[in-house]
């Protein structure tokens, strides 16, 4: 087969076409600081230090198909608006670390009526000094409106390089966004005492949802020459609920989301953290040959391609454990099996399921790199 365009490689492994290799899109982020010494706070506070890092990266390993996300510095400034506090490095934690969830109640039960009367955008904003956020919502607009520059500039900087953004809009589905909020525990007692009250603000929290992300894909197409290619729709606490729960509570409101980000031309990709393997079955109601579903090493990525060979293209998985601890030796021997099993019959794009780990061994991530460039029996 002749050499693919990386657009041409990833379009045919969503629609479980023939590729001449296996598409590479890992998510890099914290580690390429890390690698360098430089601490985590330095990273997040200068951005055209974490594009420098993540170009220069991209260049040393010889680059892959798509990058991720265009930048990580200012990105973090999006997380107040799920309504949950975040300790940040140099802040509320050691300058060395990663940001971290303050999971605490941020949502109260009276605040249902307020997202069932008013939606869920507005609430965010109702509920955002309860946060404690270091901008205050005074300067939040400007802010917002800095950030929202700056991403414009990193993207176009990618796209000068001829590099194609992967993602567009992101989402969580409104049943995680509630866990956050509201926090675990007391989303759990509330789906068991106001299971009502909890779907009836879901329902006005995904048509929000649908109507805002398909505006911000729609522009993000109209503006970026190389993507992006996808829209984001992550998850990891809905695998907390019993099958019961997820059947009302969960899947209807993906698979509404899914089918309207279809109908309106965009690719979903499901970045699907913890354990989905009981939920296999579900990705089958979806239209074939038009999603991706990644995969962290939480979820049998080998047993979701039995479930999913010639309907859903896979992503993933490469795991933490592996890039931390293990050997390139090891690392290409893993690699060498996801594209041997999960490329088998196409439908397969090679990462590192969630970010690369902050403590990721540089030889791993290129054995990684490297491997997926140079192994594809198919």
């Not at 170009?55 to 997380?79: C, H, I, K, R, S």
């Not at 940040?88 to 605040?111: A, C, H, N, W, Y």
């Not at 879901?202 to 109209?222: C, L």
């Not at 794009?349 to 192994?375: F, H």
Request: hydrophobic share 40%.
């Amino acid at each position: 087969m002749d050499e693919m365009t990386s657009k041409e490689r990833i379009d045919a492994a969503i629609a479980l076409e023939p590729v001449d290799r296996v598409p590479i899109i890992p998510l890099i982020d914290y580690s390429v600081a890390r690698s360098r010494g430089i601490d985590i706070a330095t990273f997040l506070s200068d951005p055209d230090l974490s594009l420098s890092l993540l170009m220069e990266t991209f260049d040393q390993m010889g680059g892959w198909d798509a990058t991720a996300m265009p930048n990580v510095a200012g990105g973090l400034g999006l997380f107040p608006m799920a309504t949950l506090p975040v300790k940040m490095p140099g802040k509320q934690l050691p300058p060395d670390s990663i940001p971290q969830f303050d999971e605490r109640e941020i949502m109260t039960v009276e605040d249902y009526d307020y997202v069932i009367e008013h939606g869920w955008n507005d609430f965010t904003m109702y509920a955002y000094p309860r946060i404690g956020f270091d901008i205050t919502i005074d300067e939040l607009p400007e802010y917002m409106a800095n950030m929202g520059g700056r991403m414009a500039q990193d993207i176009k900087a990618w796209e000068d390089k001829g590099v194609m953004i992967f993602t567009g809009a992101a989402t969580i589905p409104p049943i995680e966004s509630l866990a956050l909020s509201r926090s675990i525990k007391e989303l759990m007692i509330d789906l068991y005492r106001r299971p009502d009250k909890v779907f009836e603000a879901i329902e006005v929290m995904i048509d929000e949802s649908i109507e805002s992300t398909i505006g911000a894909q729609k522009m993000m197409e109209e503006s970026m020459e190389l993507g992006p290619r996808v829209a984001f729709l992550g998850a990891s606490r809905s695998t907390l609920l019993s099958p019961k729960l997820f059947d009302r509570f969960v899947w209807p409101h993906i698979e509404k989301q899914t089918l309207a980000w279809l109908d309106a031309g965009i690719t979903p990709m499901f970045h699907f953290d913890a354990n989905w393997d009981s939920y296999m079955d579900y990705f089958l109601r979806l239209p074939p040959r038009s999603v991706i579903l990644e995969l962290d090493s939480a979820t049998d990525i080998f047993k979701a391609k039995e479930v999913l060979k010639g309907h859903t293209c896979i992503m993933g998985d490469v795991p933490p454990s592996l890039l931390s601890l293990g050997t390139p030796e090891e690392v290409t021997a893993y690699v060498k099996k996801l594209i041997d099993v999960v490329g088998d019959e196409n439908g397969f794009i090679l990462s590192s399921g969630c970010s690369i780990p902050v403590d990721a061994k540089t030889e791993n991530v290129q054995a990684m790199i490297d491997t997926g460039k140079n192994y594809y029996p198919h």
